[in-house]
């Protein structure tokens, strides 16, 4: 069953504030007018107590451009130009909505009412200010540019010598530039630096000498560590956008052929970040596999649970999940003799909290319990949620897949992206917090660029470590050694 748009939703940045605005019922808000609301249905759109579940893709566009009498609620505004890439590319959405305006423009002009083009205009204005705010990557594209540019000069035409919608059309033009550059830079900045997770760190033959830096040389405070994680957290998944997001809907629905594909280089931002757990998980089993003394073996496991543990307690789930994870590797769960020193009650507790069974209910548990105290929050530390991001995606994903972009009388099936566009609007509320903590340029140099053993360079420091102890490991052991022979 579907949650139905609340009332309330957490506050966010200005951008997503305004769009989704006090009200995110999908309802028609006191003072905007109505262009079709109430029981039943409305031409090709069906409303069920007030709020719209679904209707012809013509009337969700129809219903997204305002009138002289009616603006659309905001939160309809983010959830239908979020959820319509699905169907249709940015662009032809834009040259659709032209098409509206011009035909809208055109009766008005028939009718010689000035001031009520005025009011239209300005309307209009808001509609693409609120566009280009929310999705600017969407005008990155030429067509999507000069469809704008068509639109605003279109709108421009009744207005006088430096009105006010030609300023505001500016503004707005200015602020999308700006922002498109802002962008465009981060991104080239982000290839330069782009490189595969396992390709960190050579394939190493023997483990490194005892004397060589660790984490613990770096920092030995479990509570330091876990919030220069959560440093790199909030900094890496702030350069996701809904869009981006929406891509898992777009890309993977092969039955619709009028999906908006999207650029691939906008998943960058996504696998980005899923990099980043793969690469701290990594991180972890090289620290525990590379230390050639049992008794420091099990002092860097202690400390990595009790880094997990901080981590949960700041309500950083995705690098808790990732340090558990990176324990939890074969070359690391094999260490019988080292685990055997840990005192193991804190790393049960941890593994209680990510417990697979049933979906998961025990970290939702947890994340709903912080994203309650996030919302209650008196201070920035108390709004830290950074959810499990591959959990994340995978509810998107099925809750695409369980329900269905159309209904039997082709609508489009609003109700199911009313509630994608919930979670993701939750997501980005969650991306947007300032960390409050101090930034460790050391202690992160270390956490992003030390060496990282690939798998079986981890297989071979294990082994050193603790000797193959049945058939199957004395098999990968002697494999790994042959293959080390051969290479030499």
Not at 86 to 95: E, Y
Not at 140 to 162: F, G, P, S, Y
């Amino acid at each position: 069953m579907f949650l139905e748009p609340q009332e309330t939703m957490p506050q966010t940045s200005v951008v997503f504030s305004s769009i989704l605005g006090p009200s995110c019922s999908g309802q028609v808000q006191p003072g905007m007018g109505e262009r079709g609301s109430g029981a039943g249905s409305s031409g090709d759109l069906v409303f069920q107590e007030g709020r719209l579940i679904s209707g012809s893709l013509e009337a969700l566009m129809e219903h997204l451009v305002p009138t002289v009498d009616y603006y659309p609620d905001r939160t309809y505004i983010f959830t239908f130009l979020l959820s319509s890439r699905v169907f249709i590319p940015p662009h032809d959405l834009l040259a659709r909505v032209g098409q509206i305006c011009l035909e809208q423009r055109q009766q008005l002009e028939t009718g010689s009412e000035k001031a009520k083009l005025k009011s239209f205009s300005a309307k209009i204005v808001q509609l693409l200010k609120e566009w280009t705010e929310a999705f600017p990557y969407d005008f990155q594209d030429e067509k999507a540019m000069a469809e704008l540019k068509a639109i605003t000069h279109r709108v421009t035409q009744c207005d006088e010598e430096n009105g006010t919608v030609k300023k505001a059309i500016a503004q707005m033009t200015q602020s999308l530039l700006l922002s498109l550059a802002a962008r465009n830079q981060l991104q080239e900045l982000r290839e330069k630096l782009r490189s595969p997770a396992m390709d960190k760190g050579s394939v190493l033959k023997a483990k490194p000498p005892a004397t060589q830096k660790d984490i613990l040389g770096v920092c030995c405070d479990p509570l330091v560590l876990a919030q220069q994680l959560t440093h790199i957290e909030l900094e890496r998944v702030s350069s996701i956008h809904p869009e981006d997001l929406m891509q898992i809907v777009s890309h993977m629905d092969s039955r619709d052929k009028h999906r908006c594909r999207g650029d691939l280089t906008k998943t960058y931002s996504l696998e980005a970040y899923d990099n980043w757990f793969n690469c701290l998980s990594m991180l972890v089993a090289t620290e525990v596999c590379r230390v050639v003394k049992k008794k420091h073996r099990t002092r860097m496991l202690e400390f990595f649970i009790d880094v997990a543990r901080e981590c949960f307690n700041i309500g950083n789930f995705n690098s808790m999940m990732a340090i558990i994870s990176g324990m939890n590797l074969s070359p690391v769960a094999r260490l019988k003799k080292t685990w055997s020193k840990v005192k193991t009650a804190k790393f049960d507790v941890l593994e209680h909290h990510m417990d697979p069974s049933s979906n998961f209910c025990n970290y939702r548990t947890a994340l709903q319990g912080a994203t309650q105290r996030s919302q209650m929050a008196n201070s920035s530390r108390e709004k830290i949620v950074i959810p499990v991001f591959n959990l994340f995606v995978k509810d998107i994903y099925f809750l695409h897949k369980i329900h269905t972009n159309h209904l039997p009388n082709g609508h489009v099936n609003f109700k199911k992206f009313w509630e994608i566009s919930r979670q993701i609007h939750e997501f980005m509320t969650w991306t947007q917090v300032e960390c409050p903590f101090e930034k460790d340029k050391k202690i992160q140099n270390y956490l992003l660029t030390a060496p990282i053993y690939s798998e079986e360079a981890l297989f071979i420091a294990s082994f050193e470590s603790e000797g193959p102890e049945n058939h199957m490991e004395k098999d990968s052991w002697k494999t790994l050694r042959t293959t080390l022979l051969n290479r030499a």
